[in-house]
């Protein structure tokens, strides 16, 4: 779960050095029932497989491309590979569009309240001693300094976690993600990107959480005693086999796992904010504003399957739905 926070994080690092962050498949290291009931589930979804996506009513089509937000070793390949269909659309849509973003960064620049926190306890008095130790420890293998750290939000904070150690110090939060280059291209060929939704309603969605759902997210993350550059690695390869509901149905095993008696509560509710109300949002926008129009949108894997993906949302409203070959 702590991964799919790092969607906020909008970050031209080369993707080759993501090559030295190896790891172990923590889900083929699975016991094998617990690794089958894993994939039976993942499969039960709807769109389980897949990255490149076509919606089609009538003279409306949208064609969605499932992103990783930060760079990887496929990210120049999975932009050559969408770079078509880029400049066949009408228009081109972002989670949040590149000119949104620059808004964003210089807004959180001049109002540092939007991301840490400027009265109050801070990280150290919120979390105690001990686990502060135990951030601490694992902000200085990320390359941030403790001092800077401790006035994360917990929720930023627990979106720190969600990177890998590795991937940080191979520039994940310097280098530009497909989103970004997504963007890039699209307004170099005349047609700049739209944002799906307002950046203010996010981030006022991450504030929502309950300051104690916030500060669990960072415990759940001392209760594993697994390596995040193995969780890392294992989501990054995952994501490039394009087994995208395998990612989702995996983080709600380890938050299960890891929770306690309150963790489907959490995640449901995570779920609910981070996807579904979105996903939603999202399809409404694209209704509305879409019609007649060839669209490509650029949104995160985790929005397409499922029953409340965007995928399944446009097939119920009477688009034709099908998946289209990433690499010809």
């Not at 702590?2 to 190896?22: E, Y």
């Not at 849509?93 to 840490?116: G, H």
Request: glycine content about 6%; hydrophobic content about 45%; proline content about 5%.
């Amino acid at each position: 779960m702590l991964r799919f926070l790092t969607v906020l994080v909008l970050c031209a690092f080369p993707a080759a050095g993501f090559a030295n962050c190896s790891g172990t498949d923590m889900i083929a290291a699975l016991p094998k029932s617990e690794r089958a009931a894993l994939l039976s589930a993942a499969e039960k979804q709807a769109f389980p497989k897949g990255l490149l996506w076509r919606a089609k009513r009538d003279d409306t089509q949208i064609t969605f491309f499932g992103t990783y937000h930060f760079p990887h070793e496929q990210t120049r390949a999975h932009l050559k590979a969408v770079k078509p269909y880029i400049e066949a659309a009408d228009s081109v849509y972002l989670e949040v569009s590149n000119a949104d973003s620059a808004k964003m960064e210089r807004e959180m620049a001049q109002d540092p309240s939007l991301m840490f926190i400027t009265e109050g306890p801070t990280l150290p008095e919120l979390l105690g001693d001990e686990d502060w130790t135990l951030f601490s420890s694992e902000m200085r293998a990320r390359g941030i300094p403790p001092f800077f750290a401790a006035k994360f939000k917990p929720t930023w904070a627990a979106m720190m976690l969600g990177i890998g150690p590795c991937e940080a110090r191979s520039g994940a939060l310097e280098g530009k993600g497909i989103d970004t280059l997504v963007g890039d291209y699209a307004a170099e060929i005349g047609n700049p990107s739209r944002s799906l939704e307002d950046y203010r309603d996010l981030i006022t969605m991450l504030d929502s959480f309950p300051m104690q759902d916030q500060l669990d997210m960072i415990r759940m993350f001392f209760a594993w005693s697994g390596s995040p550059d193995d969780m890392a690695y294992t989501l990054r390869q995952r994501y490039m086999a394009q087994e995208v509901a395998l990612i989702w149905a995996f983080s709600q095993k380890m938050t299960l796992d890891l929770g306690g008696e309150d963790a489907m509560e959490d995640f449901k509710l995570f779920e609910q904010k981070m996807l579904t109300d979105r996903n939603v949002s999202w399809v409404e926008r694209l209704l509305d504003e879409a019609q007649g129009q060839k669209v490509f949108a650029a949104v995160g894997a985790a929005h397409l399957p499922g029953e409340i993906g965007v995928l399944r949302l446009l097939e119920n409203e009477g688009f034709e739905v099908s998946r289209l070959e990433l690499f010809q």
